[in-house]
């Protein structure tokens, strides 16, 4: 494989690891225990789910003048994804991906909007760890942005040739933080129709990867 970038940067929820279903039933659990109205696919829940996540919130019809976003809300949906991530798959491809991208000498490392000691511990359970030389997580679990850390690592890096790949319209964003080449995963957690006006090319698998690196 010829290198064509010096760079990959990897999303990890709905990019690397399949937790979709998991999102679908811990928002779901919350919403069956405030008799309000749940997500009844995956598609519904695509087209629903947008950044930053508290917006998401809103628009499932959570009240946040009585339970608050920070103190409530997300603690609970995290204690219930928490509960149920061990048994979260990477998506198909991955390995594959990261292997080749390893034997090109492509760097790989990874942005997420996760807590970063969570992020470590997923990685380490999923043996892929070794595959980065950079993780770059958050500190909190409030899943805000990854903008500003994206902004950071560009300016340390500027002779980067970056390609990201990731599966919302945050991850577009992000690729253009990083000043690179983008693709958007339409297998995670947003619709191709949001996806599509944002200007990056789409792929169904991740394996496709490979067809741009």
């Given at each position: 494989?010829?290198?064509?970038?010096?760079?990959?940067?990897?999303?990890?929820?709905?990019?690397?690891?399949?937790?979709?279903?998991?999102?679908?039933?811990?928002?779901?659990?919350?919403?069956?225990?405030?008799?309000?109205?749940?997500?009844?696919?995956?598609?519904?829940?695509?087209?629903?789910?947008?950044?930053?996540?508290?917006?998401?919130y809103k628009d499932l019809?959570?009240?946040?003048?009585?339970?608050?976003?920070?103190?409530?809300?997300?603690?609970?949906?995290?204690?219930?994804?928490?509960?149920?991530?061990?048994?979260?798959?990477?998506?198909?491809?991955?390995?594959?991906?990261?292997?080749?991208?390893?034997?090109?000498?492509?760097?790989?490392?990874?942005?997420?909007?996760?807590?970063?000691?969570?992020?470590?511990?997923?990685?380490?359970?999923?043996?892929?760890?070794?595959?980065?030389?950079?993780?770059?997580?958050?500190?909190?679990?409030?899943?805000?942005?990854?903008?500003?850390?994206?902004?950071?690592?560009?300016?340390?890096?500027?002779?980067?040739?970056?390609?990201?790949?990731?599966?919302?319209?945050?991850?577009?964003?992000?690729?253009?933080a990083l000043g690179g080449d983008g693709?958007?995963?339409?297998?995670?957690?947003?619709?191709?129709?949001?996806?599509?006006?944002?200007?990056?090319?789409?792929?169904?698998?991740?394996?496709?990867?490979?067809?741009?690196?």
């Amino acid at each position: 494989m010829e290198k064509k970038y010096t760079h990959l940067v990897w999303d990890f929820n709905g990019t690397i690891l399949d937790d979709i279903a998991l999102c679908i039933r811990c928002v779901n659990t919350m919403l069956e225990k405030r008799n309000m109205k749940t997500l009844d696919s995956v598609e519904e829940y695509r087209a629903i789910m947008r950044f930053p996540v508290i917006d998401y919130y809103k628009d499932l019809g959570f009240d946040m003048k009585t339970e608050d976003y920070y103190d409530v809300l997300a603690p609970e949906w995290v204690a219930l994804y928490l509960a149920g991530e061990p048994n979260c798959p990477m998506m198909p491809g991955v390995l594959s991906v990261l292997e080749a991208a390893k034997a090109a000498g492509v760097t790989q490392m990874l942005i997420s909007a996760t807590k970063t000691d969570q992020l470590l511990g997923q990685l380490q359970r999923l043996g892929i760890s070794h595959y980065f030389d950079e993780i770059l997580g958050l500190d909190n679990f409030y899943a805000a942005s990854k903008i500003q850390l994206a902004e950071a690592w560009r300016k340390e890096h500027p002779d980067a040739v970056v390609l990201s790949v990731g599966d919302t319209d945050h991850d577009a964003a992000l690729a253009d933080a990083l000043g690179g080449d983008g693709l958007l995963y339409l297998g995670g957690h947003q619709s191709q129709e949001r996806l599509s006006v944002c200007g990056k090319p789409m792929i169904r698998e991740i394996k496709d990867i490979l067809k741009y690196l």
